[in-house]
């Protein structure tokens, strides 16, 4: 029976995140399948693309981040998803749009589920978004688990996108959990792609080997690792390429001129979506140093496109890589693991088999076949009492 959803989300277009594009390859596929999905969000109307129903709550921009808002009061929305006949709230978020879904469930009595996509939890990450100011770091730091028990036990249910944080959050007293991972679009990212064009941009007609990064330019995705690993390195037929922006972007750009790595390195901003395979496509090796990942969905997407991926051995890159069959770990924050896992690969990367089968796996169409499962427990369960 078809469904007519509400995703809640603090996060969304023209912000580029992986949040982002969970809600929008989700609510693509649920379309696709004859499911109605509205998206509740916070920002202005301009400039928000979107091919689905989008209602916008006012709110306060992020100085770092401007293109993220904090809604301010957006406890409306509950009498418009009772017009829409909502069946089923989806949160994505926790914070003020979240708290709305909660609201928006309990009001028309339909249930709700949340997902944790992002550690907001992390001390970085509080540091980098909360204030600079000590004493609120201090007690958004001591009190963050305690809001997440909080706000995802009011839950019907809780997915979170890898095993590894479904087992952070059982150790924190979520327990109504279930694995739903993100999906991607292998369609549109496949080992196919062309990239050439792309890869004559970035190093001409040299056979000059191109390691990737994309994502946020931010302290909690560990850059310095990277850079640090390509000083180890030091091969003038090497080329780091960053994708991506972020608050730390001119903090690393500084560090690689300080090191004098300008040579080795492009930083390259933001990229759309519908360029970006052709990018992973250019590349050799694909380079995730970060200790941040719930899911790492820029590394599946480098693998769909054949890609072999170096990452740290941490959260859900622990689970998501097997050394020599599509990429190789090395330990959290070590740079000299970092260099010698991509020399490995560099070196070898035939070698390396296994990325189509393991980002066929997380197709957007595999994905929702779960998350529907998880939507349809729940509808019947609420509707039983």
């Known amino acids: 029976m078809p ?18 594009t969970s809600i929008n390859n989700f609510a693509s596929e649920l379309e696709r399948r004859g499911h109605k999905v509205y998206i509740f969000t916070a920002g202005k109307k301009d400039g928000n693309e979107s091919a689905y129903n989008v209602f916008f709550s006012k709110g306060v921009r992020f100085k770092k981040y401007p293109q993220y808002t904090f809604a301010v009061f957006p406890y409306l929305s509950a009498s418009r998803a009772r017009k829409l006949k909502i069946d089923l709230v989806h949160a994505h978020t926790p914070f003020s749009m979240g708290i709305s879904g909660l609201m928006a469930s309990k009001v028309n009595r339909v249930p709700i589920v949340g997902s944790f996509h992002t550690l907001f939890t992390d001390k970085s990450v509080i540091k980098e978004y909360v204030s600079s100011n000590g004493f609120l770091e201090s007690m958004a730091s ?25 087992e952070l959050l059982h150790r924190h007293r979520i327990m109504d959990t279930r694995v739903i991972e993100n999906g991607v679009d292998t369609k549109l990212f496949n080992p196919r792609v062309n990239g050439k064009a792309i890869r004559k941009m970035l190093i001409g007609d040299s056979r000059k080997k191109v390691v990737m990064y994309v994502g946020r330019v931010s302290i909690e995705k560990k850059l310095d690792v990277m850079i640090n690993a390509a000083r180890l390195l030091r ?4 080329v780091f390429v960053i994708i991506g922006g972020g608050p730390s972007l001119e903090h690393y750009k500084s560090m690689v001129r300080r090191h004098g790595l300008e040579g080795m390195f492009r930083f390259l901003g933001f990229v759309e979506n519908a360029k970006l395979p052709e990018y992973y496509a250019a590349s050799d090796v694909f380079c995730i140093p970060s200790t941040f990942e719930t899911q790492g969905i820029v590394s599946i997407e480098a693998m769909a496109c054949g890609k072999p991926v170096v990452g740290a051995d941490y959260l859900a890159l622990k689970e998501l890589i097997r050394n020599g069959y599509n990429g190789e770990k090395f330990e959290p924050n070590d740079a000299q693991g970092c260099a010698s896992k991509i020399e490995k690969v560099i070196n070898d990367v035939d070698r390396y088999k296994g990325m189509a089968a ?13 998350l529907l499962k998880v939507y349809n427990e729940i509808t019947e369960q609420k509707s039983a009492h």
């Open 235 to 238: 091969k003038s037929d090497l």
């Open 358 to 370: 393991t980002a066929e796996r997380f197709s957007i169409e595999s994905t929702t076949d779960r």
């Open 142 to 166: 001591r009190y963050s688990w305690s809001y997440a028990r909080f706000f995802y036990n009011k839950c019907d249910l809780v997915t979170a996108p890898s095993r590894a944080i479904e």
């Open 3 to 20: 469904l007519n959803i509400a995703f809640y989300t603090d996060s969304y277009l023209p912000a580029v995140d992986g949040v982002v």
